[in-house]
Structures are given as C-alpha cells and as structure tokens.
C-alpha cells in the first residue's frame, strides 16, 4: 500500500508542467532592470542613497530679492491643536497650569487652556521662513516682540512679512543684513503677534559666515 501511494507521488511529479525558458529568464530581466534603475538613482547595494550624485537646488530669496516696504503674505497658515500645546509646553518644561489645565484657564476667564506663547512666536517665524530666510544665513535676533491676544486650540494662524530695512554687510561683501517687521493673524483676522527680526542674506553668488554674523550684529 505504501509503495503504490509512492508510485502514485513520483507520477504526479513527473506530470507537473516545467517552466519555460523565458519564465526563468523573467525575474532576472525584472531584478536587472531594478538593479540599473537603482545604480541610475545613485543608490548602492546596501540600499544606502549616493547623496553627492543628487543635484542641489537652491531656495529662497537673496539680498536682490527684497526691497524697503516690500510685503508678503506666508503661505498656508496653521492651526494649533491642543496636542501641539501640550506636546510644546511640555518639552519646553513650562508648567504654567494656564497652558495645561483647562479648569484653571476658566477660572481665569479664558474659554479654553491658553496657547503657550512661545509656540505662537515660535510658528509665526516657521511660517516666514520659505520667503524670508530659507536660502540661508545667520539668524541675528528678534526685537519688539508683542502677544497681542491669546491664541486657543483649533485657532489657525496666518502671517505677513513687511521689509523695513535692508543694508549691505560692512564686513563682508556679498552679504546684505534684511529686518522685517512680521504679523500673524487668527482665522478672524485679529493680531495675534507681532514683532521684528532680522537676518544676514546671502547675495547672489556668495554665502555668508558665522564669524561674519557675529560681527554685523555686534
């Protein structure tokens, strides 16, 4: 009985269809051209990207992009969410209980926990960024800083950016210093922020130092 199931096991093998040729040589083409599409996009073996192959494309303005009462409007906005205060106020290690405890914030006339401040601040200059300082160059400071309102959780915030002074490096050439007074909005169209900051500017062709920053704000 055994041996005939055996028989009968060896036959059904033979009669199983063999793959073509072409079937084998399939996968292989396919992993072939996976392999030059890889080695195309500069990625090796180990799966690790061959960064120095990438193009680097410049962002951001230059010195020449801005102008003296030249105005702008960031794009997009945000809406801070009660996880994004907690998460921030938390890292920050501010425990003031008007950005965490939401019975407190009531008993001090606030509808809700207040937005900590900082992360107002903090994404009122995010939002400037691509216009004003995403090309790179030292930070120089914040100035006139002012909370004009408390901001809640669901509060979307937009900003502008106006151009109030600019002046080449006198320290190093190539280089502009860029001050803009910035204003964020809530979704009602009320200030929420206002304040002044400025930044070394690369000009076209050059890009500024550290040392050199340090220098022009001293």
């Given at each position: 009985m055994f041996v005939d199931k055996l028989q009968f096991a060896v036959m059904m093998l033979s009669m199983e269809p063999r793959p073509r040729p072409d079937a084998v040589q399939e996968p292989r083409r396919a992993r072939r051209a996976?392999?030059?599409l890889r080695e195309a996009q500069g990625v090796t073996d180990k799966g690790a990207p061959d960064l120095d192959s990438f193009p680097?494309?410049?962002k951001?303005?230059?010195y020449e992009d801005f102008a003296v009462d030249q105005t702008m409007t960031h794009h997009w906005g945000r809406t801070l969410t009660r996880a994004d205060n907690v998460a921030f106020s938390t890292a920050t290690c501010a425990w003031l209980p008007?950005?965490?405890?939401?019975?407190?914030?009531?008993?001090?006339?606030?509808?809700d926990m207040?937005?900590?401040p900082m992360l107002v601040l903090c994404t009122t200059v995010g939002l400037s960024v691509e216009d004003l300082s995403e090309s790179?160059?030292?930070?120089?400071?914040?100035?006139?800083?002012?909370?004009?309102?408390?901001?809640?959780?669901?509060?979307?915030i937009t900003a502008s950016s106006r151009v109030v002074e600019m002046r080449p490096s006198a320290s190093?050439?190539?280089?502009?210093?860029?001050?803009?007074h910035t204003t964020a909005c809530n979704q009602h169209g009320e200030p929420v922020i206002e304040l002044v900051r400025t930044?070394?500017?690369?000009?076209r062709g050059d890009g500024p130092s550290t040392s050199s920053a340090r220098k022009d704000h001293a």
């Open positions: 996976r392999a030059d680097l494309i410049a951001g303005n230059k008007l950005h965490l405890n939401v019975e407190y914030a009531r008993s001090q006339g606030h509808p207040v937005i900590n790179g160059g030292p930070f120089l400071g914040i100035d006139d800083c002012v909370f004009l309102r408390p901001v809640y959780p669901g509060d979307t190093k050439p190539g280089v502009g210093i860029v001050t803009w930044n070394l500017v690369a000009a």
